[in-house]
T-cell receptor
Framework: GDSVTQMEGPVTLSEEAFLTINCTYT??????LFWYVQYPGEGLQLLLK?????DKGSNKGFEATYRKETTSFHLEKGSVQVSDSAVYFC????????????FGTGTRLQVFP | DAGITQSPRHKVTETGTPVTLRCHQT?????MYWYRQDPGHGLRLIHY???????DKGEVSDGYSVSRSKTEDFLLTLESATSSQTSVYFC??????????????FGPGTRLTVL
């Protein structure tokens, strides 16, 4: 069935390090892909999205490119900050005509000074 | 930030008791959702609503019911709570359910513990 697979956490980095959080998906058709972020004690917020192959979503220094050939949507940031510590969720929506989101299990990022 | 509140924020209850969680929005968005968040599972959809008195089941609806009598309120009820329903529950809303501009906005969550 349709699903999203994320790398296990926690990911522990020092401030200013490069971040990659892997996300791969299985889906029929042409899904839209999302990254949501959950800061401690809060709900999820949309971080970025991409709706078709080769699109690059970006926000707050984070980027992810929709790679249809590898069914991936890896999240990257060139220089992380302590304030980026959060749980990151990859998600997909099977088509533009549906509102159903399928989430990955989440990856916790811990950034230390 | 989208105006979404959830109540209560924390609740401890005993097996077999009924529990109702409330989601309240001030955005006048038509679409509302209840999710549960569990370690190793991410977020899973319980029920959703397309409008007043218009609801449908999600992925993990067994043991849960919902009601929406007003646009702004979406209630999630556990008729007889079980320990497997210990979780963090999130409400979400969206104005446009589909299309390029779709985005779901999430509430702060309710942590429910069933003893």
């Amino acid at each position: 069935g349709d699903s999203v697979t994320q790398m296990e956490g926690p990911v522990t980095l020092s401030e200013e390090a490069f971040l990659t959080i892997n996300c791969t998906y299985t889906a029929t058709g042409y899904p839209s892909l999302f990254w949501y972020v959950q800061y401690p004690g809060e709900g999820l917020q949309l971080l970025l999205k991409a709706t078709k192959a080769d699109d690059k979503g970006s926000n707050k220094g984070f980027e992810a490119t929709y790679r249809k050939e590898t069914t991936s949507f890896h999240l990257e940031k060139g220089s992380v900050q302590v304030s980026d510590s959060a749980v990151y969720f990859c998600a997909l929506k099977l088509s533009l005509s549906t509102d159903k989101l399928i989430f990955g299990t989440g990856t916790r990022l811990q950034v230390f000074p | 930030d989208a105006g979404i509140t959830q109540s209560p924020r924390h609740k401890v209850t005993e097996t077999g008791t009924p529990v109702t969680l409330r989601c309240h929005q001030t955005e006048n968005h038509r679409y509302m959702y209840w999710y549960r968040q569990d370690p190793g599972h991410g977020l899973r959809l319980i029920h959703y609503s397309y409008g007043v008195k218009d609801t449908d089941k999600g992925e993990v609806s067994d043991g849960y019911s919902v009601s929406r009598s007003k646009t702004e309120d979406f209630l999630l009820t556990l008729e007889s709570a079980t320990s497997s329903q210990t979780s963090v529950y999130f409400c979400a809303i969206s104005e446009f359910p589909a299309g390029d501009y779709n985005e779901q906005f999430f509430g702060p969550g309710t942590r429910l513990t069933v003893l």
